[in-house]
């Protein structure tokens, strides 16, 4: 049967199986289609995890044209913009902290606080808007989508899936935190393909948070 098979082991792993393939019906429309079956393994406490109303997404999205590469020149674009406004919004908070310990007037507080203020809007306008470049490439490449449903309750199908470069970009979201995985696979006229979903190889094609932008882009050893 075509679709998601979902096994739950208490004793072990939960392992989702979803195949991408052609139906049975119409051989003639399904000649040189492939199939995809994806792994998606957690630890044993998923049953813990499974209280916080997860929700799971799979969109597989045409890769012909190097999305990840695509999103890593967004990321390099950014920097000369915001490298100069998270700068600034560091030094301010770090100043403001010694306000604490008097060693600032507050006059000084109120200039420290409008530069943090300022510059903390202007990086959360930057953000935002390569959020939305983001999300409008993706959407340009979606092929296929699985949209959320509660997590282990639903069988889904994909159909028809041509020969081609693809990404898997699966997000499974909890009340506390998201987890998100992007990755590359091929299919072949026929074939038939595995990949894995695990805590090993998570990667989340938005990287428009402050806090992990500041982290791959800045050098800290230089501003302290």
């Keep these: 049967m075509n679709g998601v098979h979902i096994l739950l082991k208490r004793s072990g792993w939960l392992i989702i199986l979803m195949a991408v393939m052609c139906g049975y019906a119409r051989p003639s429309r399904c000649e040189g289609r492939g199939e995809l079956v ?28 190097d999305i990840l590469g695509q999103i890593k020149r967004l990321q390099d674009q950014s920097k000369p913009e915001l490298e100069p406004l998270v700068k600034q919004y560091m030094y301010a908070a770090e100043a403001l902290n010694q306000f604490k310990n008097g060693k600032i007037t507050d006059q000084q507080q109120a200039q420290l606080m409008q530069s943090f203020t300022v510059a903390e809007k202007r990086i959360q306008q930057v953000l935002e808007r390569y959020t939305a470049l983001i999300t409008v490439l993706l959407q340009r490449y979606t092929h296929q989508k699985i949209p959320n449903a509660p997590f282990a ?72």
């Design 38 to 65: 994806i792994e998606v393994l957690y630890p044993p406490d998923i049953e813990t995890l499974a209280k916080y109303d997860p929700q799971f997404q799979i969109t597989l999205l045409a890769d012909d044209e």
């Design 153 to 224: 309750t639903t069988i889904l199908t994909l159909r028809d899936v041509a020969p081609g470069h693809y990404r898997v970009y699966g997000v499974l979201t909890y009340t506390t935190t998201t987890l998100a995985w992007f990755e590359p696979v091929h299919i072949k006229g026929g074939e038939r393909r595995t990949i894995t979903f695990t805590r090993d190889n998570l990667h989340n094609p938005y990287w428009t948070e402050l806090n992990w932008w500041s982290f791959v882009n800045l050098d800290f050893s230089k501003h302290h």
